[in-house]
């Protein structure tokens, strides 16, 4: 079941590089570009999906400096 899932999902991501290339908004950049964007097309698809992410990410950047940073020797 979860290779079938990772499958569609990567069949998704290929579909949305191929058209990213020919059609889509950034067709002007080269192919290497797109399969990138395919590879988070969820994030491309639905962009306020990208910054609840990219905000996960920064807390999770901050408390691992909190936590493990040079505490007072």
Do not use: C, Q
């Amino acid at each position: 079941m979860k290779r079938t899932l990772w499958a569609g999902y990567l069949i998704i991501g290929l579909m949305v590089a191929v058209y990213e290339s020919f059609w889509g908004a950034t067709h002007y950049k080269s192919f290497a570009y797109n399969p990138g964007r395919g590879l988070v097309w969820p994030v491309v698809m639905i962009p306020s999906l990208g910054e609840v992410i990219g905000a996960i990410i920064l807390l999770a950047v901050i408390l691992g400096i909190l936590v493990f940073g040079k505490g007072k020797d």
